[in-house]
């Protein structure tokens, strides 16, 4: 539960300092408690005593080709989206990333893949992975 407070903590830190947002103690105390029950839950589901996945491992495209990779993450106002791409031999050739103005994280996934699409049309790529 340290954690969950710290983390709170930071958040709360962070929305004041950067997005200027108010405090308000009483709705962060029921986003604690509720993050409490949350990992409370978890740790008796049959999620934890389940075989641990297979490690996800970066691999190169195909020779000429080039692989776009993106990632998200989540704010309390917004996100930020990033694209990486990268040759055959694993070379970066483009990485950018910028902000988005949802905090929903299907979208803001979503919202990273279309705009990596975007820069592949821009860039007149037509050897590509995702």
Do not use: C
Not at 10 to 34: F, I, P, S, T, Y
Not at 106 to 130: R, T, Y
């Amino acid at each position: 539960m340290g954690a969950l407070m710290l983390d709170q903590i930071w958040k709360l830190q962070n929305g004041k300092m950067h997005e200027d947002m108010e405090v308000e103690m009483d709705a962060a105390l029921r986003d604690l408690l509720a993050r409490g029950k949350e990992f409370e839950d978890l740790k008796t589901s049959s999620i934890l005593n389940s075989q641990p996945s297979p490690r996800v491992v970066w691999s190169l495209p195909t020779s000429g080709y080039i692989k776009f990779n993106t990632d998200a993450t989540m704010g309390l106002t917004s996100s930020s989206i990033v694209v990486v791409a990268r040759n055959w031999r694993g070379t970066v050739v483009l990485a950018r990333s910028k902000k988005v103005n949802t905090t929903i994280p299907l979208q803001v996934e979503a919202e990273a893949l279309v705009w990596a699409s975007h820069l592949v049309v821009e860039l007149g790529v037509d050897k590509v992975v995702f």
